[in-house]
């Protein structure tokens, strides 16, 4: 296995590997762009929709045929936002998606085999930029591209995500790496790249850690979240959305999945290439579905790891116990990620009161009931180490 076969890198793991920035879109959609850079000042004035609703639905069919991707992605992370900020927007969400926004939303949507609304590739993956194009993807040189209500706690709340999916890349290239060093036997070189994904995870942690320090939990739950659910499993949409003119619904609503970091590749990744399973219950359920939410690459990476990764077997069967060792401490490493997750999970979701229609804190944006089983998951994570 290597990177490149997934359009992924080491130095980018699973983001663009574009900037959004300099990619141009053609001039059908410049009244489209115009609404987007603006949208939090049409999100202040308390009536979005009736802004967006004057938007011109522009050909995309025929545009889309030979369009290149990153203008492809780029517009999907345009038209996703506009298309939550039309849903949750407004004090209580509407019942219909008008065409003018429904028809281009799918149309992008299929074309990238993804769902019509906000993905984490559009929300993190695909939605940033470097300010110094000769530094590094770290906090003090990237910002967000594409905004809701924007201000400090939305920017920083996306930025952490984009830098922790560039510390990640190491990780990634190891665990292709292994597949192969695994098939060979050699666990010199096997232990070697554990250790070195050991070390590359505490990268990791020196950038999650500090989520706090610009994101405020009162504000990301009153502020950021809200725009950021789907429609499934949420009160306030019961049934979920319909897309007007979309024919191949035929009127019936969708009940989608909203954007959550549990559609991030990197702890899928790990699992497979760990072989780490979970029992069936319903937030295992739920991650299996959202898998389908991801970039196609991404799901194709990750699948293949689950394929082809027979590392667990290997070090199972070698009497060397340093190599165990750097197994075990990976394994632990990415249970010590699921138990720093579960903390945010409660102090940022699951203590904050809401009285925001869908804003739901016992109900993760992705639409499952959270708290319980992501501690299930780490729990179970922690105890499959290798003896």
């Known amino acids: 296995m290597k990177l490149s076969d997934y359009a992924m890198s080491r130095e980018r793991g699973f983001l663009s590997s574009y900037e959004i920035d300099a990619v141009k879109l053609p001039a059908r959609f410049d009244e489209v762009l115009k609404s987007a850079s603006n949208l939090s000042g049409l999100i202040t004035t308390g009536r979005v929709r009736h802004w967006l609703d004057q938007l011109p639905e522009p050909a995309i069919d025929e545009w889309l045929s030979d369009a290149p991707d990153e203008q492809i992605r780029t517009l999907m992370v345009h038209y996703s936002f506009l298309v939550q ?13 008008p065409a003018n926004l429904a028809r281009p939303m799918v149309a992008l949507a299929d074309n990238l085999g993804q769902a019509p609304l906000l993905p984490y590739s559009g929300y993190v993956l695909d939605n940033w930029s470097r300010l110094d194009k000769s530094g590094p993807i770290t906090l003090d040189n990237i910002y967000m591209y594409q905004n809701f209500a924007g201000g400090d706690d939305e920017n920083w709340f996306v930025t952490i995500h984009v830098a922790i999916e ?12 292994l597949v192969g060093v695994a098939k060979a036997g050699d666990e010199a070189e096997a232990e070697r790249l554990l250790l070195e994904m050991n070390t590359a995870w505490e990268g990791v942690y020196d950038v999650f850690k500090r989520m706090t320090e610009r994101c405020d939990p009162y504000v990301y739950f009153h502020r950021v979240r809200p725009y950021i659910h789907g429609w499934a499993n949420n009160a306030a949409l019961d049934g979920g959305l319909i897309y007007e003119g979309v024919a191949k619904y035929e009127g019936k609503p969708q009940a989608l999945r909203g954007q959550t970091g549990s559609q991030s590749s990197i702890v899928p990744s790990m699992d497979a290439l760990f072989g780490v399973k979970h029992s069936d219950d319903p937030l295992r359920n739920f991650l299996d579905e959202l898998h389908e939410y991801r970039p196609v690459n991404h799901r194709r990476f990750i699948e293949d790891l689950a394929a082809q990764s027979k590392l667990r077997e290997f070090v199972e069967g070698s009497h060397s116990q340093s190599l165990k060792d750097a197994f075990n401490a990976c394994v632990e490493q990415v249970a010590r990620f699921r138990t720093r997750h579960l903390e945010y999970a409660a102090s940022y979701i699951n203590k904050q009161a809401g009285s925001i229609s869908g804003n739901d804190p016992d109900v993760g944006t992705g639409g499952t009931p959270f708290m319980k089983y992501l501690k299930k998951h780490r729990d179970e994570n922690r105890e499959q180490v290798v003896s």
């Open 85 to 97: 900020a039309y849903v949750w927007g407004e004090p209580t969400p509407p019942k219909h998606l």
């Open 166 to 177: 560039a510390q990640a890349g190491v990780l990634l290239d190891n665990a292709a790496k």
